[in-house]
């Protein structure tokens, strides 16, 4: 897609200029949830500050929001919720159990859940 309104002659670099499509096109990646502006950017070889004018742009200028809607853009699919099942082995035994591997060795040291503080304070002073 050629993005790109005119031809560049060969030598002297001459500012580019893109169309109001495809303006529209960016700005409607970047709507979604958690969507990186570098990102979309880096996609469509763009500087990411002109891509964050464009958004400011295009969420204070009707004339931008007109052509945008123009535009038919596939909207990214929102991840569905993923149950995973935990594990809850400590759960039934009531305790709590701390293992620590260093290269070959390894030790586990088992707390019960009714001294929880007292196992987060020996953690705190171990690690310090």
């Known amino acids: 897609m050629n993005t790109i309104e005119e031809e560049v002659p060969l030598g002297r670099r001459r500012r580019r200029r893109y169309s109001v499509e495809f303006k529209a096109q960016v700005v409607a990646a970047c709507q979604g949830p958690g969507v990186s502006l570098a990102a979309i950017a880096l996609h469509h070889q763009l500087n990411a500050n002109l891509l964050r004018r464009w958004v400011e742009q295009a969420e204070g200028n009707e004339r931008f929001l007109v052509a945008r809607s123009e535009v038919s853009v596939p909207s990214a699919a929102t991840p569905a919720f993923v149950s995973l099942p935990l594990e809850t082995r ?20 088992s707390w019960p859940t009714s001294e929880a503080a007292q196992c987060a304070a020996w953690l705190r002073e171990w690690l310090a």
């Not at 400590?90 to 040291?109: C, F, K, L, P, W």
């Open 90 to 109: 400590n759960a039934r035994t009531g305790e709590i159990r701390v293992e620590v591997r260093r290269a070959d060795q390894s030790i586990t040291v």
